[in-house]
Structures are given as C-alpha cells and as structure tokens.
C-alpha cells in the first residue's frame, strides 16, 4: 500500500460562519457526538438562525452569537467528550444570545447549517477538529448546564492547522483509520425499494454496526464520515478521510436495477479512466492545492514531476484496493450472494483519493422486494458488517503498514498441513518435515503407526 511509506498531512482553515439576521427563533437542543478525530455539536433550532463563531483562549473556547433567539430555561446540554469540556449559554446585550463551547487547547472549529431533513429541524452545527497537538478527552459527566453570562470579546485571526495522527503508546505501534462513509444522506435518501426502505437508511445502519466491529479489533479505530441522517458532498468525504489520515476508506451502498429480479452484492474500486481524469484535474490545481498527496506537496512541483508522483500514488491506491477487494468478497461471499466474483471498477467520485486504498460496496439490491426485506434485518446487516470488517482485517493482517500495530504485532503463522498420499508412512512424514515421530503422533492425536490415504495431518513447529 502506497501510503504505508509516505506519511499524510493535510491543511484546513477554519472559517467563521457570516453573521446574518433573523426573525425570533429558539434553541430546542444541543447535541454533541465524538470520533476518533473530531467532535461535532448540533444546534437544533425551531426555525432559520443566522450566527457568527469566533475563538478565544485562555483557556480555550468557542463562541457561537445568535441574534434575536432565546432558549428555554433548563434546557438539556450535553455532557464532555472528545474535544469539547463543557457548553454554557447565556443573554448579551443587543439581543445577542451566547453559545460558549469550552474545548481542549489547540482545537479549530468550522460551522455549516442545515435545513429540515426526515425527523430533524434547522440546524447550526459546529465541528471541532484537532489543531497541532490537540487531544480529545474521555467522556464524562458535567454539572448540570445553567444559563449564566458568558462574556467574550473579540476574535482571534482565522489560524491554519495541521492534521495528524494520534500519538501512540512506544512499542505498541499506531492504529489504523478506517474511514467509513455511509452512502448518500439527508436531502439525497439514494435508492429506494418497493417497500419503501430508503437506501440512506440502510447503509447508515449497517455502517454504524461497521464501526463497533472496527473499534473491536485490536490496532484499529473506526472513522464515521456520518453518523447521522445529513447530507456530505462528494469530494468532502473524501476530505474528511484524507484529514484523519486515514488508511483505508469504505463506503456502503445499496444497489437499485430496473430489473427487480438483480440481486447480489458488489464490490468496486476506482476504475483507470475515471483516476486518469482526477490526476488531470489535480495537476491543473495544483498551484492553489493546499493538501499533500502521499505526504508531498504538488504545489512546488513541475507538471512533469507532479504528474509522475500523482500516477504512482494513484496506481499504489487502486491496486492496494483491488487486493484489499478480493478479501471482502470472501468474506461477503459467506453470508450473502455476490453479483461479481471479482472486483469491478467504476467512476466513482468518493474512490478517487489518490494515497487512500478505496472501496465502495453495494451491499445488496434494494429494488429487488426480497433483498430489501434482507437487507432491513438488523441481523443481515450484522453480518454484513462482521464480513466487511474481517474482508478488511484479512488485508491488513497480510499487508500491515510499517509502524503500525498490525505490523508490530504480527499473528503466528498458519500451521502446516500434510495430506497423506498412498504408500506414506507416519515415520516417513516425519524425517520429510524433520520433526520427531512422538510430536507428530501427539500434535494429531494418533496412537501406533495407522494412518490412512487423504487423511490430513497438522505438523508441529518443531
């Protein structure tokens, strides 16, 4: 794998959302969640709002203005996780109501809104992210939130951050990302089957379930590009990943056929033409590009030179895939049918990370009445996560990048296996592998010399 030998960074601004002006609204509630690299903080709100973020420090904070809103008295806040230590909310002068996220040092916040979508209202949220040598903090309970007066004054400069990965005990080799991307979201449900199911559903489902099978495994961490029901562009889950460093990115679908008989799933990686394309499109945009691809910059580069370091990332990435593609096939192929034996390749936007080994899986086939009702079972889609992860744990374990647990930790080889042919005898089979008679009799249980022709016999290791 490409980036087992060249490390990622990758360079964001944050950017304070403008400060616009609406009609009286209020907070309804604030929630917060945490991953493996960021915390994200929802603002649910009764109507339209417009806000304006900025940072302090000393200590670290960031602060939320929402002109002409209020919030009703004991509203629930959320408890500390990740990045974020404590929400307060209070009145300022002018109307102004005041939402401070107390946060760990060297954090940086960006804030989007998002309108209506199935059960949730408009919505303010705020994504933390680490800056430098930020680390998140475990969760915990605060005390109950009251609605004093936090005070602030003005912002600092918008500061540019670099991204990296978490430090790791010595010894102990780093874990491994596992970006997860749960297809479609929000305004775009993807496909949806007869019945009813929406395709956004269902893969948000089964790509929460991926996660926890993820976090179980020793020396990885599960990254969620959502862990809820909104909508993320294409090019941004791609983004999200590259910025956590991730090693491997996944994204779960379902698939839809005119035909309602089409059922099986697939497994597809980025397809040559549609990489050749993506290369063409960054090396033209190289010159403003701020990230690095596989830990170089194409900024400073010549197009010659740039495109030679783009073509190599890019053909490590997409064979890398392929390989790591053959393993979830295997597994998948255990609990479910497969429409393709083999991977395939397609154009799709959310494979082209040059220096991330990608996949996109479609689980099943919605359109197909029988599939969806599989695929709605929370036990189908338990198995299919198990399989997903065991596809993905089988490819690291035969390609562990270097400084990683899986590299550092290595499990013991298979053991040797002998099938007897005709005219074999026991003591032969032995000298043959240089092992003692009375160890190959114990390691398979035999008492005396009888064996018999096929009979498979497990060698010992010494």
């Known amino acids: 794998m ?93 109307d102004v109501l005041r939402v401070v996220l107390d946060v760990r040092p060297n954090v940086t916040p960006t804030s989007f809104i998002l309108g209506p979508e199935a059960q949730f209202g408009h919505r303010i949220v705020v994504d933390l992210k680490a800056s430098g040598s930020a680390v998140p903090v475990e969760r915990a309970r605060t005390p109950a939130a009251g609605t004093g007066s936090p005070q602030a004054d003005s912002a600092p400069p918008e500061p540019a951050i670099v991204m990296r990965a978490p430090e790791r005990a010595p010894g102990q080799g780093r874990d491994l990302v596992i970006a997860i991307d749960a297809g479609h979201g929000g305004k775009d449900p993807g496909a949806i089957g007869p019945k009813g199911a929406r395709e956004k559903d269902i893969v948000l489902s089964i790509s929460n379930l991926l996660a926890r099978e993820v976090d179980s495994v020793p020396g990885m961490q599960s990254l969620l590009i959502r862990d809820e029901d909104f909508y993320v562009a294409h090019r941004e889950r ?54 690095l691809i596989g830990g170089v910059s194409l900024s400073d580069k010549d197009a010659v030179l740039a495109k030679v370091l783009l073509d190599l990332s890019q053909s490590a990435s997409i064979g890398a895939s392929m390989t790591a593609g053959e393993h979830i096939i295997g597994e998948l192929g255990a609990v479910t049918r497969i429409r393709k034996t083999t991977v395939q390749q397609a154009p799709f936007i959310v494979l082209t990370s040059p220096d991330i080994p990608s996949l996109l899986i479609e689980t099943g086939y919605i359109s197909n009445p029988g599939e969806e009702s599989v695929l709605r079972a929370s036990s189908h889609q338990a198995k299919l996560a198990r399989a997903l992860r065991d596809g993905i744990v089988g490819y690291f374990r035969s390609n562990p990048p270097p400084g990683t647990y899986f590299a550092m930790n290595p499990l013991p080889p298979p053991p040797t ?46």
């Open 238 to 291: 791609m983004a999200i990943a590259h910025r956590a460093e991730a090693d491997f990115f996944v994204s779960v679908h379902a698939d839809a056929a005119r035909n309602s008989r089409a059922r099986g799933a697939t497994v597809y990686a980025l397809s040559t033409k549609r990489a050749s394309d993506e290369a063409a499109r960054r090396l033209a945009e190289r010159e403003n590009a701020s990230d």
């Open 2 to 94: 490409f980036a087992q030998f060249w490390p990622r960074l990758a360079l964001t601004i944050g950017i304070a959302a403008p400060l616009a002006l609406a009609d009286a609204a209020e907070i309804r509630g604030v929630r917060a969640s945490s991953g493996p690299v960021s915390t994200r903080v929802v603002l649910d709100l009764s109507e339209p709002a417009g806000h304006r973020m900025f940072m302090l420090s000393n200590p670290s904070r960031v602060v939320v203005d929402l002109p002409g809103m209020s919030t009703p008295e004991g509203l629930p806040l959320p408890d500390a996780r990740g990045f974020l230590t404590r929400v307060r909310i209070g009145n300022q002068p002018g």
């Open 417 to 462: 296996r002998h099938v007897i042919a005709r005219g074999e005898t026991l003591s032969g089979i032995a000298a043959r592998y240089r092992v003692s008679l009375a160890s190959l009799r114990r390691a398979n249980s035999i008492r005396g010399d009888t064996i018999r022709t096929g009979q498979v016999l497990t060698i010992p290791t010494s």
